[in-house]
T-cell receptor
């Protein structure tokens, strides 16, 4: 079945450094790839998303890149701040079939001040 | 515009009891889903619905039932609670055609 692998499971960076989280998906029909941020005790919040007809998307300090051939997509956070500390989830979905989201297992990011 | 709402926020059940987790959205979204979140396992899809009267199973449907009689509401029923169902449950709705999905605040369920 469909599967999304996410790594690393934990990531610690110094404040101001960059963080990169990577995901790999298995279903070649997937064409929509969102990223969610979840703070402790809160609901997941959508922070950025990308569709398969775009290779890269940027929103201020966060960016997502997609390599459809390799079935990889990545979240890049630059100039990290303590408030970036959270768990980040990637997901993959298709817009023409079941529309189901399949989530990765999450990355706990710690930004050290 | 309240978005996605869930009740209750916390619940403790004894093994074998049944209950319904409520979910409602006021954004007129056709697509709604239920997920459970367990430590280290991300968000796993339980059931989903692509519109009123239409539901389907996700990755982990056993022990749960759903129905979708209106666009707004998508309740999740636990038929006979088991300790393995201790988890945080999130309801979500998705707008079309952007595919953006929005989560409710969650229900923390403990089964003893």
């Amino acid at each position: 079945g469909e599967n999304v692998e996410q790594h690393p499971s934990t990531l610690s960076v110094q404040e101001g450094d960059s963080a990169v989280i990577k995901c790999t998906y298995s279903d070649s029909a997937s064409n929509y790839f969102p990223w969610y941020k979840q703070e402790l005790g809160k609901r997941p919040q959508l922070i950025i998303d990308i569709r398969s007809n775009v290779g890269e998307k940027k929103d201020q300090r966060i960016a997502v890149t997609l390599n459809k051939t390799a079935k990889h997509f990545s979240l890049h956070i630059t100039e990290t701040q303590p408030e970036d500390s959270a768990v980040y989830f990637c997901a993959a979905s298709d817009t023409s079939g079941t529309y189901k989201y399949i989530f990765g297992t999450g990355t706990r990011l710690k930004v050290l001040a | 515009n309240a978005g996605v709402t869930q009740t209750p926020k916390f619940q403790v059940l004894k093994t074998g009891q049944s209950m319904t987790l409520q979910c409602a959205q006021d954004m007129n979204h056709e697509y709604m889903s239920w997920y459970r979140q367990d430590p280290g396992m991300g968000l796993r899809l339980i059931h989903y619905s692509v519109g009123a009267g239409i539901t389907d199973q996700g990755e982990v449907p056993n022990g749960y039932n759903v129905s979708r009689s209106t666009t707004e509401d998508f309740p999740l029923r636990l038929l006979s609670a088991a300790p393995s169902q201790t988890s945080v449950y999130f309801c979500a709705s998705r707008e079309a055609p952007s595919m953006k999905q929005y989560f409710g605040p969650g229900t923390r369920l403990t089964v003893t």
